[in-house]
């Protein structure tokens, strides 16, 4: 059984930075689709990471120079370092992972291409 478990998530002003933590078992990273997503209220879903099966990292253009993506690919752990953030960045974050049928190499946006996804844990920040 795969599990996703973020963490990290908090209240934070704006220019601070918060790193998310999400732990998988029962899947292996390496090798297969992983993804940060985030919703805001009020908002749809929208991708913020996506990693495709050779480990490229695709950043949304709202979060580019500012978030950075650690893969621990022995420990199972994908890591956001979310650096300047602002009010706009406000939501709640998932993880996500597991390429599905329409994943093709992956690094999608298309949340329907990811297979398993975590429970979300929440960013606040305040100006």
């Known amino acids: 059984q795969v599990e996703l478990v973020e963490s990290g998530g908090g209240s934070v002003q704006a220019g601070g930075s918060l790193r998310l933590s999400c732990v998988a078992s029962?899947?292996?990273?390496?090798?297969?689709?992983m993804g940060w997503f985030r919703q805001a209220p009020g908002k749809e879903r929208e991708g913020v990471v996506a990693i495709d099966r050779g480990g490229s990292v695709r950043f949304a253009d709202s979060v580019k120079d500012r978030f950075v993506v650690f893969k621990d690919y022995a420990k199972n752990i994908l890591s956001l370092q979310m650096n300047s953030l602002k009010p706009e960045d406000t939501a709640i974050y998932y993880c996500?992972?597991?390429?599905?049928?329409?994943?093709?190499?992956?690094?999608?946006?298309?949340?329907?291409?990811?297979?398993?996804w975590g429970q979300g844990t929440q960013v606040t920040v305040s100006s």
């Open positions: 029962g899947y292996i990273f390496s090798g297969n689709c």
């Open positions: 996500a992972a597991g390429c599905g049928s329409t994943a093709g190499y992956g690094g999608s946006w298309d949340e329907g291409s990811y297979k398993y």
